[in-house]
């Protein structure tokens, strides 16, 4: 039904089949959630050979007894396969624990209280710090700022990855900016794959920004193709060593969503500068890494060849998954303007928008029914969506049929805000 030429009766009749429709929902007690990008128990599954998998041999291929004290930035093995991961030298990786986002905090904590270049250059002792984030985007990034008091400043994404106009333009005019989050490769939640200009222009920001100004790049999904014709990521550090900016970028990366969520390895990859001074502050904190865990990944995954055969399989489980929420959503919105959506072609996520005003209204009415979705606005700063429109769905952990069965709910959740708005109106 095309709602803009629907007269007033057609309009409470299609109300009143849509709320009936709810209540059927409702009356079922579902209890779904599509809130967070994890892997499935499936998923898990895959990496369960981790388990044992050492048998007993705990020496790393230079005869380091991982079960030690030691080995700060990681054991050689991981280092390897992170280069890999994140196309920069070998010398250029520190290797975690399994959180790239505890990485992530650790950068910003060492931008911020202490600095990349001296006790100077902390960004605390400037009057102002700022940071650009593209939006939608990622909600926790967004914490991270928050948490040191930073203030955040949107720009938009466009198919291309962030509008680099606009953030050329911000950082030549406001020195007080010293960073941007970049989620280059199957953005989320939109599920963009930035071009090799755009990535160009990104490397290029550390010559027009203010001082010690630096992009946080947070490589995530760059393993997680749906389909195996995915074209490379060009490589930033690249386009870093051509314009002399090397020191403007810190990458990260893991394994998370590769083999166990909560027990994986992380990476991070810098340039020797910045590196000295996150192991100067990170030797503080810590002797050392779990380098058994590192060394079971390296024995799971000996070379990429092995890590991307593994993940084809990933890709094997997620896409029935992803397929059911488009063919929902191409079935309910694709003739009419109640909805729009980015069909990604990796990644954990579908990133969809309401009509203006909505998407609150449509979360609640999910929940109501039994669906559980992230709440609205948590892919803007501050969880303000100014809009309110943007809904982040997550379908990667509910069995196939549970996925269609929530996409049905949400569905009428959309329809049923819809009508509400305009015979409010």
Not at 124 to 133: H, L, M, N, P, S
Request: hydrophobic share 40%.
């Amino acid at each position: 039904m095309d709602l803009n030429q629907a007269s007033q009766e057609q309009l409470q009749q299609w109300q009143a089949q849509l709320q009936q429709d709810f209540e059927n929902f409702k009356a079922q007690g579902l209890k779904l959630d599509i809130t967070r990008g994890k892997p499935s128990s499936a998923q898990l599954d895959l990496s369960n050979h981790l388990d044992g998998i050492l048998g007993g041999d705990y020496s790393s291929s230079n005869g380091t007894d991982v079960r030690n004290y030691g080995g700060l930035d990681g054991i050689a093995e991981m280092k390897a396969l992170g280069s890999e991961i994140l196309s920069v030298p070998q010398d250029m990786i520190l290797v975690g624990g399994n959180s790239s986002l505890t990485l992530m905090f650790q950068a910003m904590l060492q931008a911020y209280s202490f600095g990349y270049a001296g006790p100077n250059s902390a960004w605390q002792t400037q009057e102002k710090v700022k940071f650009i984030c593209p939006v939608p985007g990622y909600d926790r990034h967004f914490t991270i700022c928050e948490h040191f008091g930073i203030e955040m400043l949107t720009v938009t994404m466009d198919e291309n990855g962030p509008d680099m106009d606009q953030v050329e333009a911000m950082v030549t005019a406001d020195p007080s900016i010293k960073g941007m989050w970049c989620v280059p490769k199957y953005s989320n939640p939109t599920g963009t794959v930035y071009s090799s200009e755009t990535i160009e222009r990104i490397a290029k920001l550390g010559n027009i920004a203010g001082e010690g100004f630096r992009v946080f790049w947070d490589n995530a999904y760059v393993l997680h193709d749906l389909n195996a014709d995915a074209a490379a990521l060009p490589a930033i550090a690249d386009f870093c060593k051509q314009h002399g900016t090397e020191d403007s970028v810190l990458q990260f990366a893991s394994t998370s969503k590769v083999s166990f969520a909560g027990a994986g390895v992380a990476f991070m990859a810098a340039s020797p500068a910045n590196l000295a001074a996150f192991k100067a502050t990170l030797s503080v904190a810590s002797i050392g890494p779990d380098k058994v865990n590192q060394l079971r990944h390296a024995k799971l995954f000996p070379d990429m060849a092995s890590l991307k055969a593994h993940m084809v399989k990933h890709a094997d489980l997620l896409r029935p998954r992803f397929e059911v929420v488009l063919s929902r959503l191409v079935e309910a919105f694709g003739d009419n303007d109640l909805g729009q959506w980015q069909s990604a072609a990796g990644g954990y996520f579908v990133s969809f928008d309401t009509r203006p005003g909505l998407a609150k209204r449509v979360v609640e009415l999910a929940a109501e029914a039994g669906v559980k979705l992230t709440p609205a606005g948590a892919t803007y700063p501050y969880g303000n969506d100014p809009q309110n429109s943007n809904i982040r769905i997550a379908p990667s952990v509910p069995k196939v049929d549970e996925v269609d069965l929530a996409m049905q709910v949400f569905v009428c959740a959309v329809k049923l805000a819809s009508v509400e708005q305009i015979l409010a109106a």
